[in-house]
């Protein structure tokens, strides 16, 4: 009892350090709803600080509280101290207490457990045991820091993307997660877009057209989503069955067709020079494809023209 009330002091706010892996489970929306709740009911829970050997004070436990107190300008807090007597230590107590939070944050979880193992002194069984998980729960989230590029992370630690689209995009190939990071960030697509987006990329048999737009511009590949779920679902539907293909799926590939080349058309007339110039080897390739297509529909259409049931008057009447 007496040591709980020694532990519980004052300090000012100023000269507590941020945890930026804690950082990373607090978004602007949090703040402010910390904000609400110390302006009318006060301060319910105590941030739990670590005193560092080196004089250094570091919020283990309350980095919400503490970037709400900060921003309403109270200079001093009530805290739970705690001694931390290495860099380990520190990083095991916050994991802890992470832990007991009802929505945990697994991007910060996964840091803290990488920065635990990384020490040397723990494996991923023990860390497991001693937050009372299994050791697959620790490896999904070493695997999830391990997935994730380091400049997308630091986006999420200068809070300028939300750690649970850097989950989802996790689920991307690597070498293409910071680009689509970037445009998810500039045009400022909410968690559930990056999760819908995510999946239908990852989905086999993807149209390559989809995935170039996705890292291009990922919100206008929104609208082409549903078009292209309805068109994997009639495969695989084919699949499951083991039945030959009908000609809905081909009527399917086409109307989706039809519409990217609307969508293009519009787009590309109110384009000026320099954007089209950036675009170039992209219209190329667009209409060496379009050129090869529509030989190939040519060479349909005049079968189907000159089909076994017609004769040539016939042909001849229908061509004019």
């Known amino acids: 009892m007496h040591r709980a009330e020694r532990l519980i002091t004052q300090i000012e706010t100023a000269c507590v350090k941020d945890n930026q892996v804690l950082s990373l489970s607090v978004n602007r929306q949090d703040v402010e709803r910390?904000?609400?709740?110390?302006?009318?009911?006060?301060?319910?829970?105590?941030?739990?600080?670590?005193?560092?050997?080196?004089?250094?004070?570091?919020v283990l436990s309350g980095e919400c509280e503490f970037l709400a107190?900060?921003?309403?300008?109270?200079?001093?807090?009530?805290?739970?101290?705690?001694?931390?007597w290495e860099e380990q230590d520190s990083s095991r107590l916050?994991?802890?207490?992470?832990?007991?939070?009802?929505?945990?944050?697994?991007?910060?979880?996964?840091l803290l457990v990488a920065q635990l193992l990384k020490t040397g002194q723990y494996t991923q069984s023990q860390v497991g045991e001693m937050l009372g998980k299994s050791v697959s729960w620790v490896n999904k989230r070493v695997s999830l820091i391990t997935r994730l590029h380091p400049a997308v992370r630091e986006l999420v630690t200068m809070r300028q993307l939300c750690p649970y689209s850097a989950q989802e995009i996790a689920r991307l190939p690597e070498k293409i997660q910071h680009a689509f990071a970037t445009k998810?960030?500039?045009?400022?697509?909410?968690?559930?877009?990056?999760?819908?987006?995510?999946?239908?990329?990852?989905?086999?048999?993807c149209p390559d057209s989809f995935k170039e737009q996705m890292l291009?511009?990922?919100?206008?590949?929104?609208?082409?989503?549903?078009?292209?779920?309805?068109?994997?679902?009639?495969?695989?539907?084919?699949?499951?069955?083991?039945?030959?293909?009908?000609?809905?799926?081909?009527?399917?590939?086409?109307?989706?067709?039809?519409?990217?080349?609307?969508?293009?058309?519009?787009?590309?007339?109110?384009?000026?020079?320099?954007?089209?110039?950036?675009?170039?080897s992209l219209l190329a390739r667009s209409r060496d494809a379009c050129i090869r297509f529509a030989s190939l529909l040519d060479a349909h259409l005049e079968v189907l023209d000159f089909s076994p049931g017609k004769t040539g008057k016939e042909v001849a009447v229908h061509d004019h």
């Open 34 to 58: 910390c904000i609400r709740i110390i302006r009318e009911y006060g301060l319910l829970t105590l941030p739990v600080v670590g005193n560092l050997p080196d004089g250094t004070r570091l």
């Open 184 to 205: 998810v960030v500039q045009e400022g697509l909410p968690k559930s877009a990056v999760e819908v987006l995510v999946e239908t990329y990852n989905k086999e048999g």
């Open 94 to 110: 916050s994991l802890l207490l992470t832990s007991l939070r009802k929505n945990p944050n697994a991007l910060s979880e996964g």
């Open 216 to 280: 291009e511009q990922p919100r206008h590949a929104l609208g082409k989503v549903a078009d292209i779920r309805k068109v994997k679902a009639i495969r695989n539907n084919h699949k499951e069955k083991d039945v030959p293909p009908s000609g809905q799926a081909i009527r399917n590939d086409l109307v989706l067709l039809l519409r990217c080349i609307s969508d293009a058309q519009r787009q590309l007339g109110g384009l000026d020079h320099p954007v089209l110039l950036q675009q170039h």
């Open 69 to 84: 107190l900060r921003e309403m300008g109270v200079r001093t807090v009530e805290t739970v101290a705690v001694p931390v």
